[in-house]
């Protein structure tokens, strides 16, 4: 009669196909995170912005420029905001 102990009992055979498991379900959200990262670098990266933003950029601008006083920049903030 041989005898196998704990190792042969079939308690390391559970743990094999836990361990496969593990590692299967860890990828996944790996690939997941992976593709969520490049998705959303590419938006950011390819003008998937609201109106808004850009709208909000361009007054930016004019007033870093001094076309607009600050009153100005203001009143056309505000303006921007109820649009959203």
């Given at each position: 009669?041989?005898?196998?102990?704990?190792?042969?009992?079939?308690?390391?055979m559970?743990?094999?196909?836990?361990?496969?498991?593990?590692?299967?379900?860890?990828?996944?959200?790996?690939?997941?995170?992976?593709?969520?990262?490049?998705?959303?670098?590419?938006?950011?990266?390819?003008?998937?912005?609201?109106?808004?933003?850009?709208?909000?950029?361009?007054l930016?601008?004019?007033?870093a420029?001094?076309?607009?006083?600050?009153?100005?920049?203001?009143?056309?903030?505000?303006?921007?905001?109820?649009?959203d």
């Amino acid at each position: 009669m041989v005898r196998f102990g704990l190792l042969g009992s079939g308690l390391i055979m559970g743990l094999g196909f836990l361990s496969i498991a593990i590692h299967f379900v860890l990828w996944i959200v790996l690939i997941m995170i992976v593709v969520r990262l490049f998705r959303s670098h590419k938006d950011r990266h390819h003008g998937v912005t609201r109106p808004n933003d850009y709208a909000l950029e361009i007054l930016r601008e004019r007033f870093a420029k001094g076309e607009i006083d600050v009153e100005e920049f203001n009143r056309k903030k505000e303006d921007l905001s109820r649009k959203d």
